[in-house]
């Protein structure tokens, strides 16, 4: 690998309107502090939250380049430049860790290909936490990112999750678009199994952060919690079948 050549960091950024300080230690702090160039999703985003730290570079001299859903394939060679140059460079999500529900990967596959050094950064991962505070099993466990937006295909993949989730004894993970997870409670409170154990985690590291973790029929009984605007992240698991596999009728 060329000593010429500069790191690509994978740099953590808070959940909602959490504060750097307070998600990152000290060490990575101090890294991004001195970095001069950055990859975001949104530029203004990420100079909205840099802008909190003492950057060792005014914060109008920062430099960024943009990896979203509008980067074509032959821009991406461009946002390596720098670190070919062997300037650092740090990637940052909308929200927390990047290349987790982010577009991140390609460029890091990239930087892999080239010989670039990647140095991932401790931080907030929105996934871990639902998982580690949902009660549910972490031995096995998916992603899955984002699920449908149709409604029938969304309840075709939430039924298709769950026969999993209670096959292969594993733990299902997923997001929603914030206005859009009162639609996903809907879905997941139709379509589950009364056993299937649900965790609903929103405003993670926030003040306002809460974890509720219940069967599908004691969700079905209690109140609705308002989940309108508020990161979400759910998690689900199914039991295994104790006998031939059969879908109750509602």
């Keep these: 690998m060329s000593a010429a ?12 309107s959490g504060d750097l300080h307070a998600c990152l230690p000290q060490d990575a702090l101090a890294t991004v502090a001195r970095l001069t160039r950055f990859i975001a999703e949104d530029a203004r985003t990420a100079r909205r939250v840099l802008t909190k730290l003492p950057l060792d570079t005014p914060i109008r001299d920062v430099e960024f380049g943009e990896l979203n859903e509008h980067t074509r394939p032959a821009d991406l060679a461009g946002l390596l430049t720098p670190l070919l140059a062997g300037t650092d460079v740090g990637l940052v999500s909308e929200a927390g860790c990047p290349v987790i529900a982010d577009p991140g ?12 050094r990647v140095a991932p950064l401790i931080g907030p991962s929105a996934v871990l936490l639902a998982l580690m505070g949902s009660g549910l099993s972490g031995q096995a466990f998916r992603f899955h990112g984002y699920l ?8 075709q993949r939430i039924v298709a999750i769950e026969q999993d989730s209670a096959r292969s004894d594993c733990t299902h993970l997923f997001i929603e678009t914030p206005y859009r997870n009162d639609q996903m409670l809907g879905s997941l409170l139709e379509c ?9 985690c929103v405003d993670l590291t926030l003040p306002t952060e809460a ?9 079905r009984n209690s109140p609705r919690p308002d989940l309108d605007r508020r990161p979400a992240v759910f998690v689900l698991a199914a039991p295994r079948p104790t006998g031939p596999a059969r879908r109750t009728r509602r």
């Design 5 to 16: 050549r500069g790191t690509l960091y994978l740099v953590p950024m808070p959940l909602g």
């Design 105 to 116: 990967a390609a460029v890091v596959a990239l930087a892999h290909e080239h010989g670039i």
């Design 148 to 155: 449908p937006v149709d409604p029938q295909a969304r309840r």
């Design 192 to 200: 589950c199994q009364p056993s299937t154990r649900l965790s609903v």
């Design 211 to 219: 974890i509720v973790t219940r069967a599908i029929v004691d969700w």
